[in-house]
């Protein structure tokens, strides 16, 4: 009933740590996004009473935004990541939000998102916002773009399985193999092996 939720609110509030592990473990592992709202709402609530710094409020707006999405409810999960971002510039929150423009058909926004925290001294050399910021103008067919973007996810991490095989694939496909060839011998330097590449190698050396 309601006095015994309140009461293990009040209970879990008191203590941050078991409360975020709480509401980790509804989202997760009950896969109850519609109580664990209810705890990051009070959670809020309680940190509003209290004169909580913003720094404090993130993590729970973040989570906030989590609940929503799952519930199906994007606007309200856009507006609870864009809140936690303002509070806190987070990777995880700038994936979130992006993976919300992505649901709702919006991949310039996603991308915008994406490019406001590389280019704003947020988190300039992020490989997975930049790998994420590939992929979207992957699916977009915007070739050009994403390959660029590929070589920059390289540049950041050399050793990227994704980004040298995904740059091998394009230069195959656009009459390279030759350079297609380079990349797919340093993912067989760095020990990646299996049928396709040694497949995708045979075909390089064919053409």
């Given at each position: 009933?309601?006095?015994?939720?309140?009461?293990?609110?009040?209970?879990?509030?008191?203590?941050?740590?078991?409360?975020?592990?709480?509401?980790?473990?509804?989202?997760?592992?009950?896969?109850?996004?519609?109580?664990?709202?209810?705890?990051?709402?009070?959670?809020?609530?309680?940190?509003?009473?209290?004169?909580?710094?913003?720094?404090?409020?993130?993590?729970?707006?973040?989570?906030?935004?989590?609940?929503?999405?799952?519930?199906?409810?994007?606007?309200?999960?856009e507006r609870s990541f864009a809140s936690s971002?303002?509070?806190?510039?987070?990777?995880?929150?700038?994936?979130?939000?992006?993976?919300?423009?992505?649901?709702?058909?919006?991949?310039?926004?996603?991308?915008?998102?994406?490019?406001?925290?590389?280019?704003?001294?947020?988190?300039?050399?992020?490989?997975?916002?930049?790998?994420?910021?590939?992929?979207?103008?992957?699916?977009?067919?915007a070739t050009d773009m994403s390959i660029e973007?590929?070589?920059?996810?390289?540049?950041?991490?050399?050793?990227?399985?994704?980004?040298?095989?995904?740059?091998?694939?394009?230069?195959?496909?656009?009459?390279?193999?030759?350079?297609?060839?380079?990349?797919?011998?340093?993912?067989?330097?760095?020990?990646?092996?299996?049928?396709?590449?040694?497949?995708?190698?045979?075909?390089?050396?064919?053409?």
């Amino acid at each position: 009933n309601f006095d015994d939720e309140h009461q293990l609110f009040d209970a879990l509030i008191r203590n941050p740590a078991m409360s975020k592990a709480a509401c980790d473990y509804l989202l997760l592992f009950e896969r109850n996004p519609a109580k664990a709202l209810d705890l990051c709402t009070e959670a809020l609530k309680r940190s509003s009473e209290r004169g909580a710094t913003k720094g404090e409020w993130w993590w729970w707006k973040h989570r906030q935004g989590r609940c929503y999405y799952q519930l199906g409810l994007y606007r309200d999960a856009e507006r609870s990541f864009a809140s936690s971002l303002d509070d806190q510039p987070m990777e995880a929150t700038v994936l979130e939000l992006a993976k919300v423009y992505l649901r709702v058909d919006q991949p310039t926004s996603a991308l915008k998102v994406l490019q406001d925290a590389l280019q704003e001294n947020q988190m300039p050399s992020s490989v997975r916002l930049t790998l994420w910021g590939a992929r979207v103008h992957e699916s977009g067919n915007a070739t050009d773009m994403s390959i660029e973007t590929f070589k920059q996810v390289v540049r950041l991490d050399a050793s990227h399985v994704e980004g040298l095989a995904c740059l091998a694939s394009s230069y195959f496909y656009a009459g390279y193999p030759e350079m297609s060839l380079r990349f797919y011998r340093r993912l067989l330097q760095m020990g990646v092996t299996g049928p396709e590449i040694w497949n995708n190698v045979g075909l390089c050396c064919f053409y």
